[in-house]
Each structure stands twice: as structure tokens, then as C-alpha cells.
């Protein structure tokens, strides 16, 4: 039983870093970056419902758990119709679904952008 669908598709990159912690640059100042995770993803967009003042911020779920995805990283989103997506993951959660026992990760987003 499939109880969430990966149609969408991710990429998450982090900065790389020296032994001292500091960001590397490459040529025309840019941080360096190297690929996290790329591959399929479930993409919730997420914003305030009508009448209301609680707002929810974009979430994705990722079809594998222990990924080693950190707060921090950059996340591309890109939907099944083409909508891309980009922000930074603030909150990295492995869960459990209960009825069927996967594992899968949950990241919320931060300060996402549309493209």
C-alpha cells in the first residue's frame, strides 16, 4: 500500500566546507556545493488556508530514511507538471507511516522561493 506519491523530483546540495568549518569559494566567488540526494520526491506546497492566520511552510517527503540531509542545505524542487521550487530545509525528520511501516524522510522548507 502506497500511501504517498513520489512524483516529483529533488535535488539537495551543501556547501562545501574546509577542516576549519569556513565555506569554499570557487573562481567568480561562488560557495562550492556537492549533491546530497537527487532523485524522487513528494512536494506539498504550503502557504495559509482562506480565513485563517496560521500559515504552513512547503514540505517534502523523501522515498528513504537516514539520508544524511542536515538544516541548512538547499533544496530544488521540480513538480510532475514543471512548477520548480527552490529554499533551504529547516527541519529533517525520519518518520514511520502506520499503516505500512515505511520509512520515509520529511524536510520542511524555509524561505522558499518559486521560480
Known amino acids: 500500500m502506497e500511501l ?22 570557487d573562481e567568480y566567488d ?7 540526494y537527487e532523485g524522487a520526491c513528494c512536494y506539498l506546497k504550503g502557504g495559509q488556508t482562506s480565513l ?5 511552510n512547503d514540505q517534502v517527503y523523501l522515498p528513504d530514511s537516514g539520508l544524511g540531509i ?23 525528520r525520519d518518520i514511520e507511516m502506520p499503516i505500512s511501516r515505511e520509512l520515509y524522510t520529511k524536510l520542511e522548507i524555509k524561505q522558499a522561493t518559486g521560480q
Open 4 to 25: 504517498i506519491k513520489f512524483e516529483d523530483t529533488c535535488r539537495i546540495m551543501r556547501n562545501v566546507k574546509n577542516e576549519d568549518g569556513d565555506v569554499i569559494y
Open 30 to 36: 561562488e560557495p562550492t556545493s556537492e549533491v546530497v
Open 52 to 56: 485563517s492566520i496560521v500559515t504552513r
Open 70 to 92: 542536515e538544516l541548512g542545505d538547499i533544496i530544488s524542487a521540480t513538480t510532475k507538471i514543471g512548477r520548480e521550487y527552490q529554499g533551504v530545509i529547516g527541519n529533517v
